[in-house]
């Protein structure tokens, strides 16, 4: 394994409904627990890339203003979007940037402040993450999107309500347990059963898509710190490695997809290039986070990072091996479906737990038995961009 | 007409494509194609990303297909509240060109299901608004 660049600093918001501070106030959240986890000062810090999703709060090019903030001028600063999976693509031009010997240490912050605008107008935003010419005029939206997944994997692959739902108790299994989770409720299958009148999971949203089947929206932020050899091997006691990092893009359009029952291409692109690089295969891993917007979206996930055969991601829940004691657990710390999904703070807060896991650090979440590779797969809009990132000890 | 007219609310004022509203207005739904390489486009391109050409056509889509997925929205986004529910999908005309409309309201929601046979046909809205929308064949 290579060891080149490593995680020395790993921080997390609390991920809530209606953050009480500003963007700046959230992002130092995340970025002090991280240097504190690292510990470093500003000084040792070469560069900072800030990453979300655009039009949630009002700041035009957040980079600088954060930069500021956080006490990390005059170095090099600048923002990196790809809608969901922001703050991986983020990681991965830090790493290079630590590759390529520009920098010793890059800071990679995460956040979004999702509550300044309504739910409504957070489905319009999000639906204008996809193809605003041609689909948008149709009145899109990211459950229905996925929906269009989940509703030829059950007329093509099998896959039935209940087994959706079984990712979604899974997530509040481990939601629970996180305190950082925005949703800490369990919830139970009588939460989804059409006919008990008071089941909040059951309603629908963009059929087969149900309230419970859907992310929770949140704020929050989340900071990696990165650095080369020489500088991890000085200031972490427990450096965890990039091993791995693969990448894809798919059509925008609807209309230029391939077969939906095969699920989303950037999930199969960008685990192919990531185990490449890192020299694994699926069955190396020992714990993932995937990006679970929606329970559709993990079931697919299974199947693009080769944890389960295309079509047969149900296989998975269904004998729970997803579970801390099962064959390849995934979200154990509450999934998007759970933590919460605050957008450009999301694949951060996926390696912050990963890099935990692989500390044996992660407490009650924690996955037996010592795990030394763990993965993160965090896709942007409806399959558009697909990013893999491979860790180990 | 301008692109503005396009859909149940346009967010593209501009694009070389918007002759497409015309045709709609004329009981036709075309794609691109390029007269260089060949590659057939729907929704419609004004420049070809296989060749680099920029000099399209625009050729009548396919009017038989097959519903590849959809699905049935009973919340909409900001502007589009008055709307649900209104079902979406994908049409494979199985010729290597999809499409992706709402389902015509005509159609019961309970009788939409995956790989029924359909068509394609222009609409207008009472307010002007124009588009296309995907029927029962």
């Known amino acids: 394994m290579a060891k080149d660049v490593a995680v020395i600093g790993v921080g997390q918001s609390n991920f809530v409904r209606g953050y009480e501070g500003s963007i700046r106030e959230l992002a130092f959240e995340a970025f002090r627990e991280a240097m504190q986890d690292a510990g470093i000062t500003q000084k040792d810090v070469g560069a900072s890339i800030f990453c979300s999703a655009p039009e949630y709060d009002k700041q035009r090019s957040p980079a600088g203003v954060l930069a500021e903030y956080l006490g990390l001028i005059p170095q090099p600063t600048f923002y990196i979007e790809t809608v969901c999976s922001s703050s991986s693509s983020g990681v991965k031009v830090g790493y290079s940037m630590i590759k390529a010997g520009l920098h010793d240490v890059v800071v990679v912050l995460g956040f979004q402040k999702m509550s300044e605008i309504t739910s409504s107008e957070s489905q319009e935003r999000m639906g204008r993450g996809a193809d605003i010419q041609w689909e948008a005029p149709f009145g899109t939206m990211m459950p229905a999107y996925y929906a269009l997944y989940a509703q030829a994997y059950m007329a093509k692959n099998g896959l039935t309500h209940e087994d959706m739902m079984n990712v979604r108790l899974k997530s509040a299994t481990y939601g629970q347990v996180n305190e950082r989770a925005v949703y800490r409720k369990g919830i139970k299958a009588a939460d989804f059963d059409p006919n008990n009148k008071d089941a909040k999971m059951a309603g629908p949203v963009a059929w087969p898509i149900r309230v419970g089947d859907a992310c929770a929206n949140a704020d929050g932020s989340s900071c990696i710190i990165l650095a080369n050899a020489e500088k991890a091997k000085a200031f972490a006691k427990k450096p965890v490695w990039i091993m791995g990092i693969g990448g894809a893009s798919e059509a925008v359009n609807m209309a230029a997809r391939p077969d939906f029952a095969k699920g989303l291409s950037v999930g199969y692109g960008a685990a192919a290039e990531a185990y490449k690089m890192a020299g694994i295969t699926a069955n190396d891993v020992k714990v993932a986070e995937v990006h679970d917007c929606f329970t559709i979206a993990e079931l697919m996930a299974y199947e693009g990072l080769g944890f389960a055969k295309m079509g047969e991601g149900k296989e998975l829940i269904r004998a729970k091996e997803t579970y801390k004691e099962g064959k390849i657990p995934v979200n154990v710390d509450g999934g998007l479906l759970s933590k919460g999904h605050p957008i450009g703070a999301t694949g951060g807060s996926q390696m912050r737990t990963i890099v935990l896991q692989l500390r044996d650090e992660a407490g009650p979440m924690q996955v037996p038995g010592n795990p030394d590779i763990g993965l993160v797969h965090n896709v942007g809009g409806v399959g558009l961009y697909g990013s893999v990132t491979i860790f180990g000890r | ?137």
Not at chain 2, 86 to 110: C, E, H
Request: glycine content about 8%.
């Open chain 2, 1 to 137: 007409m301008g692109f503005d007219k396009f859909g149940r609310k346009s967010f593209t004022a501009i694009t070389k494509t918007a002759k497409f509203v015309d045709l709609l207005g004329e009981g036709k739904i075309e794609g691109t194609v390029c007269t260089k390489c060949g590659a057939k486009y729907f929704p419609p391109r004004s420049d070809c990303s296989a060749c680099l050409s920029k000099e399209m056509e625009w050729f009548a889509m396919p009017t038989k297909g097959t519903l590849e997925t959809f699905t049935t929205a009973y919340y909409a986004p900001f502007g589009f509240e008055a709307d649900p529910p209104y079902t979406m999908g994908v049409v494979d005309f199985n010729d290597g060109l999809k499409l992706f409309a709402r389902l015509s309201k005509a159609i019961p929601i309970a009788d939409i299901a995956v790989g029924m046979n359909v068509s394609i046909q222009p609409l207008k809205y009472d307010d002007g608004q124009i588009s296309f929308e995907i029927i029962k064949a």
